[in-house]
């Protein structure tokens, strides 16, 4: 605990680094960012992502990481604090809910992974190659149930534990293995017959395949990927010492996270080049990707279990960091606003996520006829949350910097630990760039999720 106000914290600067970059490296980072790598020009979606992270991304880290460990509160204390306006009580009960949302369904895919996990380690390669096999464990509300209880459990029992002890202690143990993997992999990918093409795609820029969807693709990419408006970086900036280099943690947060993105579109891309004969068209969106197409790959390729075995653990430490980071803040949410200790905190937090998760489940079986805006409960939940809640969640996160809080003492927040190279960058895009990003970020990921475009 934090002696001088009781409030939890990490240690130092990498406990907080390596948590943070969990709560980044997630699902999106394993098998949305290569896809849409795929389907956005390889190299010069690659360009454009890097360029938004380092800026507009950058831009956002520091605010709400400065924001938390200003006020050393959760979203909705954190912005209370600076007035009780609707921006303020509106805003910071967005950035608490949307957590809340977002890790019972997450936590359904992360059951997935430990189910195929599981088969590779007790049946071998070959039972996951057909289509069907995905389906058919869709389609058993019980099997989808248990593995996702498994998964929640696992995730539980680490914020029981608390900040230092249960978060930083395994994002200290998971993060250093996670990249180990993810370079292990891409390199045993791009030695693969024909698997270079694909790392030429992927890496190396072609202009005449830019396009504006190439850039609202990769600000929407970037948006999910470093965590943004999620109450996770206002809630970890709150743990975040005031000794601990703020500009340098977001650098290394920053870098960590592209270098997975990147390490995962050399782990899939080469892999999916090689099994095609050079057609980016078979890396598919979602699911399909991730649980159809990868065993078959992984099936064709010498010591495909053991492959199979490693991809998968990897994809579990990123699926199990983000869910971590997500359910902390809830659950400092619960603590900070109602006073509550953190077993009855973490409890509650368990019941609300066994309840919504286990709604998800079951919307791909018992529950499949239910059908929301022509979605189905998970698909719901998810365009809820990051085509509508995240980019004004974000939008109010400007504004309170903008108009409550003045970018000076967010300056002033920031350089009492560190030198701030970039606060002029900072200003800039926070002026002028950040309201029209995320306004552009909005429309379109609402007319993607409603089908009038294609992202």
């Not at 380690?121 to 995905?134: C, K, N």
């Not at 977001?250 to 050399?266: H, M, N, R, Y």
């Not at 080469?270 to 004969?277: E, H, I, M, N, R």
């Amino acid at each position: 605990m934090n002696e001088s106000n009781g409030r939890h914290s990490f240690s130092g600067k990498l406990g907080f680094v390596l948590s943070a970059a969990g709560a980044s490296v997630g699902l999106g980072n394993i098998w949305r960012f290569p896809y849409l790598a795929a389907q956005y020009g390889g190299g010069i979606f690659l360009l454009v992502y890097i360029i938004l992270a380092v800026t507009f991304g950058y831009t956002m880290i520091m605010s709400e990481s400065a924001i938390g460990r200003m006020t050393q509160k959760s979203p909705v204390g954190a912005f209370c604090s600076f007035g009780k306006g609707f921006l303020n009580k509106t805003g910071g009960w967005m950035n608490a809910i949307i957590p809340l949302l977002i890790v019972p369904y997450y936590s359904v895919i992360g059951g997935w992974v430990l189910k195929y996990l599981f088969s590779y380690l007790t049946e071998g390669s070959q039972t996951m190659t057909d289509d069907s096999y995905f389906q058919a464990f869709l389609g058993n509300g019980g099997q989808q149930v248990f593995w996702f209880v498994v998964f929640i459990v696992v995730d539980l029992a680490v914020i029981f534990f608390g900040v230092q002890n249960g978060i930083e202690r395994v994002s200290k143990m998971v993060m250093p293995v996670l990249a180990v993997l993810a370079v292990a992999l891409a390199i045993y990918a791009i030695t693969l017959p024909g698997a270079l093409k694909g790392v030429r795609y992927f890496l190396v820029p072609d202009f005449s395949k830019f396009s504006l969807m190439t850039v609202v693709a990769a600000l929407g990419q970037m948006f999910y990927s470093l965590s943004i408006a999620m109450g996770i970086l206002i809630t970890f900036g709150s743990y975040m010492k005031k000794e601990t280099d703020m500009e340098s943690s977001t650098v290394q947060v920053e870098i960590f996270d592209t270098v997975v993105a990147v390490l995962s579109g050399l782990m899939i891309i080469p892999a999916v080049f090689s099994f095609s004969g050079g057609d980016p068209g078979q890396l598919k969106s979602g699911p399909s990707l991730m649980f159809n197409m990868m065993p078959k790959i992984f099936d064709t390729i010498g010591g495909g279990r053991v492959i199979g075995i490693l991809f998968f653990v990897l994809v579990f430490f990123a699926a199990l960091t983000s869910s971590i980071a997500l359910t902390e803040a809830c659950v400092a949410t619960f603590e900070d606003e109602f006073g509550w200790g953190r077993k009855r905190s973490t409890v509650t937090m368990g019941l609300i996520m066994a309840g919504l998760g286990i709604l998800s489940c079951l919307g791909f079986n018992a529950l499949s006829f239910v059908r929301i805006l022509g979605m189905g409960i998970l698909d719901f939940f998810d365009f809820l949350t990051n085509s509508l809640m995240m980019p004004i969640s974000a939008l109010m996160i400007c504004l309170l910097v903008l108009r409550k809080i003045g970018i000076a003492k967010i300056e002033d927040e920031v350089m009492q630990s560190s030198r701030f190279r970039r606060k002029g960058l900072y200003r800039f895009v926070l002026k002028y760039l950040s309201i029209p990003l995320l306004v552009v970020i909005f429309i379109s990921s609402v007319a993607n999720a409603l089908g009038w475009i294609h992202i």
